[in-house]
């Protein structure tokens, strides 16, 4: 079992849709990131979260500590959100804030 | 500013051949991080730098992986002989602290392909 795990490993939407990606983790951790992976760019961390929630424009991370899952929210998607949404977890057990990742969630925003 | 920049952006090489990647971290950023993400596969760590500390070289996958880091900023990472595997994307990232958690600033990779 991946000590990070991403669900749906598929999203396909409708413009205008409310969008949720769920992330599990099995370990202690000091942080929770979420990434955007555009086709062929690079990688953009929208989120680092550790309690709460967070909140940019029309995206919105939550974290249940206790529960060990994060979940990111997109409202009124829009195709330009389609992108590979990653899950990562800074453990702070060994060197500094190296990420775990989790496997990605495609999302595909269709007009 | 200036983000982080990897170079070459692409490399095609020969089986059996050495290859060296460059990451240059955004200025003043003290931590320095290798990832791999392999077709088909999710993002894997390979190696973090911390200032003039030991590199945490934990998640390099062989001993034909290496990889230095001068004067704190510019980074090499060198693969001897490689293999068809090592065929990945392989990406630089920086952040402005070591701590526990800190923001991660990555590079637009270099895609490595062994023929």
């Known amino acids: 079992k991946n000590e990070v795990e991403q669900s749906p490993q598929n999203l396909t939407a409708q413009e205008g849709e409310f969008i949720t990606i769920n992330c599990s983790y099995s370990v202690g951790i000091s942080a929770l990131h979420w990434l955007q992976q555009h086709p062929g760019g690079g990688i953009v961390s929208l989120f680092m979260?550790?309690?709460g929630k967070k909140k940019h424009g029309r995206l919105i991370a939550t974290i249940n500590i206790q529960e060990k899952h994060s979940s990111l929210h997109i409202t009124a998607s829009h195709p330009r959100d389609s992108a590979v949404y990653i899950c990562a977890v800074s453990s702070g057990e060994t060197s500094g804030s190296r990420l775990t990742f989790g496997e990605g969630t495609q999302l595909t925003v269709n007009p | 500013g200036a983000g982080v920049s990897q170079s070459p952006s692409n490399k095609v090489t020969e089986k059996g051949k050495d290859v060296e990647l460059r990451c240059d971290p955004i200025?003043?950023?003290?931590?320095l991080y290798w990832y791999r993400q392999s077709l088909g596969q999710g993002l894997e760590f390979l190696i973090y730098?911390?200032?003039?500390?030991?590199?945490?070289k934990s998640g390099l996958p062989s001993d034909r992986f290496s990889a230095e880091r001068t004067g704190g900023s510019v980074s090499t990472l060198t693969i001897q002989r490689t293999q068809q595997e090592d065929s990945a994307v392989y990406l630089c990232?920086?952040?402005?602290?070591?701590?526990?958690?800190?923001?991660?600033?990555f590079g637009p990779g270099t895609r490595l392909t062994v023929t």
């Open positions: 200025s003043g950023h003290t931590a």
């Open positions: 730098f911390q200032g003039n500390s030991a590199p945490d």
């Open positions: 990232a920086s952040s402005p602290y070591s701590g526990r958690a800190y923001e991660q600033y």
């Open positions: 979260l550790s309690s």
